[in-house]
Protein backbone atom coordinates (compact mmCIF):
# COMPACT_ATOMS: atom_id res chain seq x y z
CA UNK A 1 0.00 0.00 0.00
CA UNK A 2 3.16 2.56 0.99
CA UNK A 3 3.95 1.98 -2.81
CA UNK A 4 1.14 2.68 -4.21
CA UNK A 5 0.75 5.76 -2.27
CA UNK A 6 4.04 7.15 -3.48
CA UNK A 7 3.61 6.36 -6.74
CA UNK A 8 -0.09 6.47 -7.27
CA UNK A 9 0.35 9.18 -10.22
CA UNK A 10 1.96 6.03 -12.04
CA UNK A 11 -0.34 3.33 -11.23
CA UNK A 12 -3.23 5.55 -12.37
CA UNK A 13 -1.64 6.64 -15.71
CA UNK A 14 -0.59 2.92 -16.27
CA UNK A 15 -4.00 1.78 -15.72
CA UNK A 16 -5.48 4.53 -18.24
CA UNK A 17 -3.04 3.48 -20.61
CA UNK A 18 -3.46 -0.35 -20.34
CA UNK A 19 -6.78 -0.39 -20.33
CA UNK A 20 -7.47 0.41 -24.12
CA UNK A 21 -5.31 -2.62 -24.36
CA UNK A 22 -8.46 -4.80 -23.85
CA UNK A 23 -9.94 -3.51 -27.62
CA UNK A 24 -6.95 -4.45 -29.45
CA UNK A 25 -6.33 -7.77 -27.83
CA UNK A 26 -9.72 -9.35 -28.53
CA UNK A 27 -9.30 -7.85 -32.19
CA UNK A 28 -5.98 -10.43 -32.76
CA UNK A 29 -5.54 -14.03 -32.28
CA UNK A 30 -2.52 -14.75 -30.71
CA UNK A 31 -1.79 -18.72 -31.21
CA UNK A 32 1.73 -20.06 -29.21
CA UNK A 33 1.72 -23.62 -30.62
CA UNK A 34 4.01 -23.22 -33.54
CA UNK A 35 6.09 -20.01 -32.25
CA UNK A 36 4.41 -16.99 -32.40
CA UNK A 37 1.55 -16.51 -34.92
CA UNK A 38 -0.73 -13.10 -34.78
CA UNK A 39 -3.74 -13.25 -37.21
CA UNK A 40 -6.57 -11.14 -37.03
CA UNK A 41 -10.11 -12.05 -35.09
CA UNK A 42 -11.84 -11.50 -38.63
CA UNK A 43 -10.64 -13.87 -41.39
CA UNK A 44 -11.81 -12.63 -44.48
CA UNK A 45 -9.57 -10.28 -46.37
CA UNK A 46 -12.41 -7.36 -46.42
CA UNK A 47 -12.81 -7.75 -42.72
CA UNK A 48 -9.08 -7.90 -42.07
CA UNK A 49 -8.40 -4.58 -44.02
CA UNK A 50 -11.07 -2.97 -42.06
CA UNK A 51 -10.07 -4.70 -38.59
CA UNK A 52 -6.47 -3.47 -39.69
CA UNK A 53 -7.52 -0.17 -40.60
CA UNK A 54 -9.31 0.23 -37.32
CA UNK A 55 -6.55 -1.28 -35.23
CA UNK A 56 -3.98 1.50 -36.49
CA UNK A 57 -6.51 4.29 -36.18
CA UNK A 58 -7.20 3.20 -32.54
CA UNK A 59 -3.36 3.13 -31.78
CA UNK A 60 -2.91 6.29 -33.59
CA UNK A 61 -5.70 8.33 -31.65
CA UNK A 62 -4.23 6.99 -28.43
CA UNK A 63 -0.73 7.30 -28.93
CA UNK A 64 -1.30 11.61 -29.68
CA UNK A 65 -3.77 12.08 -26.95
CA UNK A 66 -1.16 10.58 -24.57
CA UNK A 67 1.63 12.69 -26.58
CA UNK A 68 -0.50 15.70 -26.04
CA UNK A 69 -0.91 14.63 -22.57
CA UNK A 70 2.51 15.05 -21.87
CA UNK A 71 2.95 18.37 -22.83
CA UNK A 72 0.01 19.87 -21.01
CA UNK A 73 1.67 18.43 -17.66
CA UNK A 74 4.04 21.58 -17.30
CA UNK A 75 0.72 24.16 -17.91
CA UNK A 76 -1.29 21.89 -15.39
CA UNK A 77 0.86 22.46 -12.89
CA UNK A 78 1.16 25.85 -13.37
CA UNK A 79 -2.09 26.74 -13.20
CA UNK A 80 -2.99 24.12 -9.89
CA UNK A 81 0.09 24.76 -8.32
CA UNK A 82 1.15 20.83 -8.16
CA UNK A 83 4.59 19.77 -7.72
CA UNK A 84 4.37 16.29 -6.45
CA UNK A 85 2.59 14.58 -9.28
CA UNK A 86 5.51 12.78 -11.25
CA UNK A 87 3.18 11.24 -13.46
CA UNK A 88 5.10 12.60 -16.83
CA UNK A 89 7.49 9.70 -17.32
CA UNK A 90 4.63 7.45 -16.72
CA UNK A 91 2.55 9.46 -19.62
CA UNK A 92 5.65 9.37 -21.90
CA UNK A 93 6.26 5.43 -21.71
CA UNK A 94 2.28 5.42 -22.76
CA UNK A 95 2.98 7.61 -25.85
CA UNK A 96 6.00 5.55 -26.96
CA UNK A 97 4.12 2.39 -26.55
CA UNK A 98 0.71 3.45 -28.73
CA UNK A 99 3.00 5.32 -31.40
CA UNK A 100 5.58 1.29 -31.45
CA UNK A 101 1.73 -0.05 -31.83
CA UNK A 102 0.33 2.36 -34.08
CA UNK A 103 3.37 2.12 -36.42
CA UNK A 104 3.47 -1.32 -36.14
CA UNK A 105 -0.57 -2.10 -37.23
CA UNK A 106 0.45 1.09 -40.20
CA UNK A 107 3.52 -1.69 -41.81
CA UNK A 108 1.32 -4.86 -41.18
CA UNK A 109 -2.15 -3.23 -43.16
CA UNK A 110 -0.17 -0.76 -45.90
CA UNK A 111 3.67 -2.20 -45.45
CA UNK A 112 6.86 -0.96 -44.91
CA UNK A 113 7.39 1.19 -48.15
CA UNK A 114 4.30 2.91 -48.08
CA UNK A 115 5.50 4.78 -44.91
CA UNK A 116 7.80 6.54 -48.10
CA UNK A 117 4.81 7.30 -50.52
CA UNK A 118 2.88 10.58 -48.40
CA UNK A 119 4.19 13.68 -46.53
CA UNK A 120 1.91 13.06 -43.39
CA UNK A 121 3.47 9.28 -43.46
CA UNK A 122 6.99 10.95 -43.30
CA UNK A 123 5.87 12.73 -40.72
CA UNK A 124 4.40 10.31 -38.54
CA UNK A 125 7.52 7.70 -38.76
CA UNK A 126 10.34 10.87 -37.80
CA UNK A 127 7.58 11.25 -34.45
CA UNK A 128 8.17 7.56 -33.83
CA UNK A 129 12.07 7.61 -34.44
CA UNK A 130 11.89 10.90 -32.00
CA UNK A 131 10.57 9.12 -29.32
CA UNK A 132 12.96 5.90 -28.95
CA UNK A 133 16.03 8.48 -27.24
CA UNK A 134 13.37 10.15 -25.07
CA UNK A 135 11.88 6.35 -24.05
CA UNK A 136 15.24 5.54 -23.58
CA UNK A 137 16.46 8.15 -21.49
CA UNK A 138 13.35 8.19 -19.25
CA UNK A 139 14.89 7.28 -16.28
CA UNK A 140 16.59 8.82 -13.39
CA UNK A 141 20.19 7.43 -14.06
CA UNK A 142 20.04 8.81 -17.34
CA UNK A 143 19.01 12.61 -15.97
CA UNK A 144 22.29 12.22 -13.41
CA UNK A 145 24.60 10.85 -16.64
CA UNK A 146 23.56 13.32 -18.73
CA UNK A 147 22.71 16.20 -16.39
CA UNK A 148 21.86 19.24 -18.42
CA UNK A 149 21.99 17.47 -21.80
CA UNK A 150 19.29 15.74 -20.43
CA UNK A 151 16.50 18.42 -20.77
CA UNK A 152 17.89 19.31 -24.33
CA UNK A 153 17.23 15.70 -25.36
CA UNK A 154 13.59 15.32 -23.95
CA UNK A 155 12.59 19.11 -25.87
CA UNK A 156 13.05 17.13 -28.89
CA UNK A 157 9.13 15.94 -27.95
CA UNK A 158 7.92 18.87 -29.14
CA UNK A 159 9.31 18.42 -32.29
CA UNK A 160 7.55 15.02 -31.74
CA UNK A 161 4.47 16.46 -31.19
CA UNK A 162 5.01 19.23 -34.18
CA UNK A 163 5.32 16.27 -36.38
CA UNK A 164 2.42 14.22 -34.90
CA UNK A 165 0.30 17.02 -35.63
CA UNK A 166 0.95 17.52 -38.88
CA UNK A 167 0.33 13.62 -39.43
CA UNK A 168 -3.29 14.39 -38.16
CA UNK A 169 -3.46 17.28 -39.65
CA UNK A 170 -3.26 16.05 -43.28
CA UNK A 171 -5.53 13.14 -42.60
CA UNK A 172 -8.50 14.78 -40.68
CA UNK A 173 -9.87 17.58 -39.26
CA UNK A 174 -9.68 16.58 -35.50
CA UNK A 175 -5.67 18.08 -35.27
CA UNK A 176 -7.27 21.45 -34.60
CA UNK A 177 -8.51 19.86 -30.96
CA UNK A 178 -4.55 18.91 -30.21
CA UNK A 179 -3.22 21.99 -32.16
CA UNK A 180 -5.69 24.22 -29.46
CA UNK A 181 -4.55 21.95 -26.78
CA UNK A 182 -0.94 22.21 -27.10
CA UNK A 183 -0.52 25.84 -28.19
CA UNK A 184 -2.66 26.56 -25.08
CA UNK A 185 -0.16 24.82 -23.05
CA UNK A 186 2.55 26.71 -24.72
CA UNK A 187 1.30 30.53 -23.85
CA UNK A 188 0.78 29.81 -20.34
CA UNK A 189 4.78 28.37 -20.43
CA UNK A 190 5.63 32.39 -21.10
CA UNK A 191 7.44 33.79 -18.18
CA UNK A 192 4.89 36.84 -18.31
CA UNK A 193 1.60 34.64 -18.31
CA UNK A 194 3.54 32.05 -15.93
CA UNK A 195 3.93 34.26 -13.63
CA UNK A 196 0.80 36.15 -13.97
CA UNK A 197 -1.29 33.12 -13.07
CA UNK A 198 1.10 32.05 -10.09
CA UNK A 199 0.15 35.12 -8.80
CA UNK A 200 -3.55 35.17 -9.32
CA UNK A 201 -3.20 31.63 -7.84
CA UNK A 202 -1.69 32.65 -4.68
CA UNK A 203 -4.25 35.53 -3.76
Given amino acids: MSFIKRNYGWVIVSILAIAPLYIIVNMLH ?12 KGSESDSATTLEMLYHITGEFAIRWMTAVLTC ?15 QAMG ?4 VWSFLHFIFFIWAEGFLETFTQVN ?5 IAV ?20 KWKKLQSLSY ?13 DKTW ?3 AIIVGTGFLIRVP ?9 RST
Avoid: E
Fill in 93 to 96: IATT
Fill in 121 to 125: YVAGL
Fill in 192 to 200: FVKTKIIRL
Fill in 129 to 148: LLLIPLLYTSNRKSMKRLKS
Fill in 176 to 178: LVY
Fill in 159 to 171: VAIFLSILHVAIL
Fill in 74 to 88: TPFFIIFGITNLYVR
Fill in 30 to 41: IDFSKGLIITLV
